[in-house]
């Protein structure tokens, strides 16, 4: 039996009160849950202060990226292990927000690229070992856009970057590892994947991740899906035997929202 993992993605959202406020807000909603890891990512500048809020509780704090050199001539980056330092357990890569690849352009942004940062398989596979060797937990996000839905590629897209994300992983490393099936057209659109299908494309990234790493650790990584994730459908997703969290954007930036939901697991 997995244990479910519910994790809050606040992106670019929450200056210094705002996340006092919201950390303060999450903390007795959610203390005394044992049966859900819970994570929290704030952007780099509030990651000091809300790790210092958390202290000791059950709430793991985790980053929203990372660059895979420990250390360098990297202006503007920052390290794997300088989020170890700063209390990170987790951090999310790949997710479709920093991935070179995106659904609709958006006509008041030219050039497109402006909208993401490039980041592609061989990038995410690195930035996962360099979290894994400084002892984070990437979260690994992966999914396919609108389009390649429609043409009938999802199943071949998200195998693909399964495969490509864990290369040169072991089978030992399972437990150090969570993936998340975030669809990008169902991110922040308000247009969540059903239950139904997101659970059958979670059991294709599992047989990706049988393939890689073999069986039993396909049955330890755990799969979160994500994509507007709210309290009124988190049960039916969190339901699913494929599904075992949920990585929650807009919906973690309001603390009786995000504790419905890890609620709902
Ligand atoms: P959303 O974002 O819940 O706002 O759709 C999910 C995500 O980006 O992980």
Redesign the pocket.
Known sequence: MRKPIIAG?W?MNGNLAEAEILVKDCIPRLSGIDRTDMVICPPYTALALVQSLLGSTIISMGAQDMFWKDKGAYTGEISAPMLKELGCRYVIVG?S?RRARFGVPEPDFTPEILLHFGDNNAIVNKKAHAAVNAGLIPIICVGEILTERHAGDTDRIVEDQTRKALAGFSSSQASQIVMAY?PVW????GEVCAADEADRVCGVIRKAIADCLGEEASQIIRIQY????KPDNAADLLSRPNIDGA?????SLKAADFAAIIAAS
Do not use: P, Q
Request: glycine residues 28%.
């Open positions: 993605n992106k997710h927000e975030e169902a991110i922040g659109t994500g994509g507007s994730v990585l929650v954007g807009g919906a």
